[in-house]
């Protein structure tokens, strides 16, 4: 039986980071063997915001070597650059036919970023969820790891998979979001606002090439209070997300003992912070030492993601020429 395809990919907009990693990463490694995967570095979509040319290469060449130093193992799965394949943006600018004004300005990312970069409200951030439905669809992929702020593209690429079906008949199967556990996660900023981010709570924001000290910085400097005052009182948002990231990296002993003294309010944050700090430096150093050696190795590098991309064409090509063929572009 063959194996079912899943697709995913990841910004190369700045420093990979724990939300990364525990909302898609971490799932990359434990699909690797089960399924027929596609992981990919989102070099065009990182396009949307203008980085500067210079820093594009080093950019694609860390997202690839931070996954995998995350466990990725490119013998098992094609991991490539988006850009080197061709028929993504033919399908996404066939994709583009089916998908409407008023839907792609009502998608919250896309309103958030018009908050954020007012002067620079491209097409390209207007369609970005036309494009992932391209990195998606190419392969026919029917999972699709990602954290809880992807949920919504995903949706919008069984919309766009379905439309091409009705349309031109069927062709693709419909995505699902995937995760592991039960649900979808986000992990949160140590600022107790938003989520971690490559391009935004940059302070709050715990990256897999952070250096120990810095991780304990910015850990200690997470928002608490001075503790409950009733035994069992409900969490405030920014602690009970403390516990959530510790929840993440700690033996699970810890954050019950440290549950306990919540709940009999004998809690010191102080201590809690010091400990989450420890278990943070001691899950993210393997993880940035070896990172910083694969980046080190760029021929190594270039290997991987020139075999990726083969691996990738020979999938996507097939999908094209059956998406042109049904729409009719087959003249010769
Ligand atoms: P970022 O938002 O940091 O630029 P991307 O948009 O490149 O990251 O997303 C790459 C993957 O990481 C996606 O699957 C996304 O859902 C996941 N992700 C990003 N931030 C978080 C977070 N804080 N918690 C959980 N998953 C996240």
Redesign the pocket.
């Known amino acids: 039986m063959s194996k079912e395809i899943v697709v995913?990919?990841?910004?190369s907009?700045?420093y990979?980071?724990?939300?990364?990693y525990?909302?898609?990463?971490k799932n990359y490694v434990k699909m690797q063997d089960e399924y027929d995967c596609y992981f990919f570095v989102?070099d065009y979509?990182s396009l949307t915001t203008h980085p500067d040319p210079k820093d594009l290469k080093a950019n694609v060449f860390r997202v690839a070597a931070e996954n995998i130093a995350c466990g990725l193992d490119p013998e098992k799965v094609a991991l490539y650059a988006q850009s080197d394949i061709p028929e993504i943006p033919e399908l996404y600018l066939l994709l583009n036919m089916l998908a409407y004004k008023g839907e792609l300005e009502k998608v919250p990312t896309f309103k958030d970023k018009v908050r954020q970069q007012p002067d620079n409200v491209n097409a390209g951030l207007l369609t970005y969820p036309v494009l992932m439905a391209a990195d998606v669809l190419i392969h026919k992929a029917v999972k699709v790891?990602?954290?809880?702020?992807?949920e919504q593209h995903v949706e919008m690429a069984r919309n766009f998979a379905n439309r091409f079906n009705h349309r031109y008949g069927e062709l693709f199967p419909e995505p699902q979001p995937f995760n592991f556990g039960s649900e979808?996660?986000?992990?949160?900023?140590l600022d107790g606002t938003g989520?971690?981010?490559?391009?935004e709570n940059l302070n709050a924001t715990i990256y897999l090439a952070d250096d120990d000290d810095l991780i304990r910085k910015k850990v200690m400097k997470a928002k608490t209070d001075s503790g409950p005052t009733e035994h069992n009182s409900e969490m405030p948002e920014y602690i009970s997300n403390i516990f959530l990231l510790m929840h993440l990296v700690s033996r699970q002993e810890t954050v019950e003992t440290y549950r306990s003294m919540y709940n009999n309010c004998t809690i010191r944050y102080g201590d809690m912070k010091k400990q989450l700090a420890e278990d943070m430096v001691a899950f993210i150093a393997p993880i940035r030492d070896k990172a910083a050696a694969l980046q080190a190795d760029e021929d190594q590098l270039k290997k991987i993601l020139k075999e990726g991309a083969i691996k990738a064409r020979e999938s996507a090509s097939k999908t094209i020429a059956a998406a042109r063929k049904q729409i009719g572009i087959n003249y010769y």
């Open positions: 995913s990919g990841i910004r907009t700045g990979l980071h724990l939300g990364n525990f909302g898609a990463m989102a979509h790891p990602v954290g809880k702020d992807q979808l996660i986000k992990v949160p900023s989520k971690m981010s490559k391009s």
